[in-house]
């Protein structure tokens, strides 16, 4: 039997969270292997385990999977969270690269300098409400169904409402206009695997803070 994947990555959210939210949601126990010092990422990058010497990287499955992409795609294809045609799985692909894009401007906020956050804040929050929220509504209005693609659990609503709750971190009121949103997160969030994910002392990582950032900056040796 293949031991439980193993997660590289420093003990933050960053790009291996939605990885972690992924695996958890189905039902896979992980256990994470912490980078802490900056040496520890040299003897990953010096004994051959990362292909472009950047994590996040996943042992799983007797491989070494870098690419944040690959890995979740990975993970949804072995655990039934892909769809089950080539139309479901570009569905899925679209919604997720549309997650993504919203997240990846979540994720750099704590790097924004200090007298550009409060208008990098109000952009994003625009962006959220004028662009990716509406977009995902009308989905979920437009067939009615429980969840975005087949009336099934994919992991396009796993990354979606992992993002929903960093939107929610940002500003509460947010989702007020969103009804159908809320119901989705409400949904995703109570099945027995994410309830567990969600409960304080899980794997699940907490929002970035300056003590956080400055760890990350000194182990990445980012300026």
Not at 12 to 41: H, N, Y
Not at 116 to 127: N, T, V, Y
Request: glycine share 6%.
């Amino acid at each position: 039997m293949a031991g439980k994947p193993k997660l590289h990555y420093f003990n933050g959210r960053g790009r291996m969270e939605c990885i972690r939210w992924l695996l958890a949601a189905a039902g896979v126990e992980f256990e994470e292997k912490f980078i802490e010092q900056p040496e520890d990422l040299d003897k990953l990058k010096n004994d051959g385990s990362l292909m472009f010497q950047q994590v996040p990287m996943v042992e799983i499955d007797g491989m070494k999977l870098v690419q944040t992409r690959a890995i979740l795609n990975y993970v949804a294809t072995k655990y039934n969270l892909y769809g089950k045609d080539m139309k479901e799985r570009a569905l899925i692909d679209m919604y997720s690269e549309g997650v993504a894009d919203l997240g990846e401007m979540i994720l750099l906020l704590p790097l924004c300098p200090p007298d550009q956050k409060d208008a990098k804040i109000a952009q994003i929050k625009q962006s959220i409400t004028n662009r990716y929220l509406p977009a995902f509504e009308k989905v979920l209005k437009s067939h009615g169904q429980d969840y975005l693609v087949g009336n099934k659990l994919s992991k396009a609503d796993i990354h979606l409402v992992e993002l929903l709750y960093y939107v929610e971190e940002l500003d509460p009121s947010l989702l007020a206009s969103f009804p159908l949103l809320k119901g989705l997160k409400a949904r995703v969030s109570n099945l027995p695997a994410v309830k567990k994910f969600l409960q304080p002392g899980s794997q699940r990582k907490p929002p970035m803070d300056e003590k956080n950032l400055e760890e990350a900056k000194r182990i990445f040796r980012i300026k």
